[in-house]
Every structure is written in C-alpha cells, then in structure tokens.
C-alpha cells in the first residue's frame, strides 16, 4: 500500500488550494464534485507513482470505472474513493459484492471492447482519499475474481 499526503500532491498540482480546516472547502458541492476532485487527485498520484493513465470515468450500462491505468504490461482497474472525513466509515468498506460486481462487469467489457486478451495482466486497485487528513492511500489488487 502506499501512503501519500495530500499536501504534497496538491503543491505540485498548483491549482487546488487547502485552506487551514477543510481541504478544499470552496471546490466541493455535492458528492459528483466530491468525486471528480478526488479522481483528479488519483490521476495525479498515480502518475507521480510512474502510472500511465489510459482513461478516465468508463461508463458501461450497469459499471463503472473511475481510471484505467496502465503499469508496465499491467492494466489497473482503479476505484476512487473520496471522503471528507470518517463519519460515513472508511472508504474501502464503500466496496461491497454489488460495487465488486459492477467494476467487474465493466472490466470484462473493457477488455473485451479494447480487444485484449482473456489472459491479460490487469488488476483492481482502490485509492482512497481523506480529505480531512489530507492523505491518499493506494492499495493495490483489492480483490480477486
């Protein structure tokens, strides 16, 4: 797993301010905003960690993926989970069999539609975010088919 503070990946994002209690209070509204700022923030991380991002928000009818990244010869199915705090519970326990199944749903139908082979490399990460700790966490291959 790997841990990174926020602090230091929005100093090099340049554009997302911290003011002293909540982190970037004047960009989130509602949970879609929440979100696509921590999928920027994911984006960020991973590429700072030597990922190549493939893309972002693959929608499929019934799955989703928040980014397809790419590590060598492996493809990574990423989930982003973004929290302003613990009081909804921790990100990763937001991944239940019915969310396991929707993001393995559109992992074989991106695989499928990329035209990659049944046997390909790829696993399923999850990120998650803690807005008010300032601090990103990346844990790799969440879970096995």
Known sequence: MGTLSLNHLTAKAG??????????????????????????????????????????????????IDIVAKKGDIIVFVEVKTRRGSEFGKAFEAINQRKKHKILLAVRNYLAQENLPAFASWRCDLIAIDLKAAQIRHYKNVFLV
């Open 15 to 64: 554009n997302i301010q911290k003011s002293k209690n909540t982190f970037l209070s004047s960009k989130l509204g509602g949970s879609s905003k929440l979100g696509a700022v921590g999928e920027g923030l994911a984006s960020k991380f991973l590429i700072n960690k030597g990922y190549a991002i493939v893309t972002r928000n693959y929608h499929i009818r019934g799955g989703e």
